[in-house]
């Protein structure tokens, strides 16, 4: 039976180790080798196809449920009644480029609204009928939307 001493234990098993790493380092070596581009993320703000798929910003698909690919607005209280044929509507909004009062049934004149900061305010007028008015209000950047719409009556 042989006996290795502490001392030259080490060194035997310093010199497999090493051998190991030498076979390891030479046998990772190929002919052809395969480069991965860096993962680059979609940064949904910048108006750049950061990730190279020829999407930029909210039309790429991993921007989906972003905050900044997300459109909305509000429409602040109004009064239940209205005595007069104008009414300034008004609201906030998150991300819209655009805001515009489409609709007002059964009768009065959609308006575009003007966007400041987070608010937004219009002006509609010929509310000239003492009914029921309901109002649709849409705000957009590009293909995104968010809608809102209220009531209020017209009386003498």
């Not at 290795?4 to 190929?30: E, H, M």
């Not at 750049?48 to 997300?70: E, L, M, Q």
């Not at 109002?135 to 009386?155: N, P, W, Y």
Request: aromatic fraction near 6%.
């Amino acid at each position: 039976m042989k006996v290795f001493s502490a001392s030259g234990f080490r060194a035997a098993a310093g010199l497999a180790a090493a051998g190991a790493f030498i076979f390891v380092f030479t046998a990772s070596k190929c002919q052809n080798e395969t480069i991965f581009p860096p993962y680059v993320a979609e940064i949904c703000n910048d108006n750049i196809d950061n990730n190279g798929d020829g999407k930029i910003d909210c039309a790429d698909p991993t921007c989906d449920g972003s905050a900044a690919c997300t459109v909305s607005i509000s429409i602040d209280v109004l009064p239940g009644i209205i005595t007069t044929d104008s009414l300034k509507l008004s609201g906030h909004q998150t991300n819209a480029t655009s805001i515009a009062v489409v609709s007002v049934t059964p009768a009065g004149t959609p308006a575009q609204a003007t966007i400041t900061g987070d608010t937004w305010t219009a002006e509609l007028s010929n509310l000239n009928q003492n009914t029921l008015y309901t109002v649709t209000v849409v705000g957009s950047k590009g293909e995104l939307k968010d809608t809102a719409q209220t009531t209020f009556t017209r009386a003498n």
